[in-house]
């Protein structure tokens, strides 16, 4: 395969590596993803994450493996075991449903290679054209609020709620971005207030619990998150705290706008109660840990409950940005996900 190289992903000597997002930003670490093993393991530490990347990923992966002769039994098989990598994000089943699809095919090693990087180039595209169309809705002088990590790093191109910042900062209407540290693994902390210093955007880094007095005080004027899967319905399953955040914004009447491309629809799930929820160990609601080590400060018997997702209800988003365009509310009652 061709060498190709995204912020958090690269094909190097047709094997894959992968940027580490645990060890981001103290340390930039190219890891081998050469295996199922490997990528399946990087996929639950949360080494790459990030809807669209986990999907990019996986099906880099299966490429590489088609051309290095893996048998197509032995690539059906590692297909299973990817898509069963994490549950939420629906862009992993989705683009494995289109790989399933090439590896039928009767030259099926070109037709993996070909969809794999059909895949990546089409995500680039979908964010930028995600940025555009979103951009168009952000007020000149506003004060965002970003959850969790949506940029460079969790895609191929630039991004999705973070791509429409950027976006909307290069023609000069960001003043400046408020950045949820998104506990407990600090997507935000880590990955979003990292990008956005790269990017040169203005930012302050709040803890989650901060949003709803910064609210309070009227300096948000729109958030902008991503998503892990939506519904038929317009429920959208997000990081952990997004519906804190929106109905935060509902009580305060501020814009809520979820970003997304149409890899991330599931047109066949009825709505939020249908999308699966990841639930995580105790050890990340227990304590950190990162490329400075670990610390705990609950007790060793702590019980714990740790769900990486919420649903946020349809009734509470202003517009799903959409690759397509900007989906209004209305058009989601009136059944425009629907199959
Ligand atoms: C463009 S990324 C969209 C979502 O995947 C993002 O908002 C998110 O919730 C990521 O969760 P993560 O657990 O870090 O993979």
Same mark, same amino acid.
């Given at each position: ?122 995500? +680039? ?13 952000? +007020? ?34 960001? +003043? ?62 997000? +990081? ?100």
């Amino acid at each position: 395969m061709q060498t190709l190289r995204t912020t958090s992903l690269e094909v190097r000597d047709n094997q894959l590596w992968i940027l580490d997002q645990q060890a981001l930003p103290q340390q930039q670490n190219w890891l081998p993803a050469h295996t199922v093993t490997q990528l399946v393991d990087h996929i639950h530490a949360l080494r790459v994450r990030g809807a669209p990347l986990i999907g990019l990923s996986a099906s880099l992966l299966l490429a590489l493996l088609g051309e290095q002769g893996v048998t197509r039994a032995a690539l059906a098989e590692a297909l299973e075991v990817l898509r069963a990598s994490r549950p939420t994000a629906v862009n992993l089943m989705n683009n494995l449903d289109r790989m399933k699809i090439a590896l039928a095919e009767s030259d099926h090693v070109n037709a993996l290679s070909a969809e794999a990087l059909r895949l990546v180039a089409e995500d +680039k595209q979908l964010c930028d054209n995600i940025a555009r169309a979103g951009s168009a809705l952000v +007020k000149p002088g506003s004060q965002l609020l970003t959850h969790c990590n949506t940029g460079g790093l969790a895609t191929a191109g630039v991004g999705t709620a973070l791509g429409v910042i950027a976006h909307a900062h290069q023609q000069g209407l960001v +003043k400046s971005v408020w950045v949820d540290e998104t506990r407990p693994l600090l997507q935000g902390g880590r990955l979003t207030a990292w990008e956005l210093g790269e990017l040169h955007i203005p930012y302050q880094l709040i803890t989650d619990s901060m949003a709803a007095s910064l609210m309070a005080r009227g300096v948000v004027d729109a958030i902008w998150v991503g998503a892990d899967r939506i519904a038929a319905n317009g429920d959208v399953a997000n +990081k952990i705290g997004t519906y804190s955040l929106a109905v935060l914004a509902h009580y305060h009447g501020i814009p809520f706008y979820v970003a997304a491309p149409h890899t991330t629809l599931d047109r066949q799930c009825p709505n939020g109660d249908a999308i699966p929820i990841e639930q995580r160990a105790a050890s990340e609601v227990t304590g950190v840990s990162g490329s400075f080590g670990s610390v705990q400060w609950a007790p060793d018997n702590a019980v714990v409950f740790n769900p990486a997702f919420d649903v946020t209800p349809a009734a509470l988003i202003s517009g799903w940005v959409l690759d397509t365009g900007v989906v209004t509310p209305e058009q989601v009652q009136e059944g425009i996900f629907q199959p």
